[in-house]
Nanobody, 119 residues
Framework: QVQLVESGGGLVQAGGSLRLSCASS????????MGWYRQAPGKQRELVAV???????NYADSVKGRFTISRDNTKNTVYLQMDSLRPEDAAVYYC?????????????WGQGTQVPVSS
């Protein structure tokens, strides 16, 4: 079974930086993309950044220019470098892996890691 484990979360001051890691294990078939989502209290989960199997990267408008997603295929790990953090970035960040194609896709999620941002 696919397992995703996030790490690197923690309290950070506004303007600071943090690097999140997501290590995957287990068999992943037809991986489409690996990315990061976040959910703040009282809000829906939203896409933060994603990198596809072909290397294409996409970011939410709110984090463009500040966050960078990267991957290390040899370690089965995806990273999210977060710079110039703002209080509105505070949320639980979740790692996501999507497999399959079209309507036959499946999503796998990590347990989430807290990223509080203080002012």
């Amino acid at each position: 079974q696919v397992q995703l484990v996030e790490s690197g979360g923690g309290l950070v001051q506004a303007g600071g930086s943090l690097r999140l890691s997501c290590a995957s294990s287990g068999r992943i078939f037809a991986m489409n993309a690996m990315g990061w989502y976040r959910q703040a209290p009282g809000k829906q989960r939203e896409l933060v950044a994603v990198v596809t199997s072909s290397g294409t990267k996409n970011y939410a408008d709110s984090v463009k220019g500040r966050f960078t997603i990267s991957r290390d295929n040899t370690k089965n790990t995806v990273y999210l470098q977060m710079d110039s953090l703002r209080p509105e970035d505070a949320a639980v960040y979740y790692c996501n892996v999507r497999t399959g194609v079209f309507a036959a896709t499946s999503d796998y999620w990590g347990q989430g890691t807290q990223v509080p941002v203080s002012s």
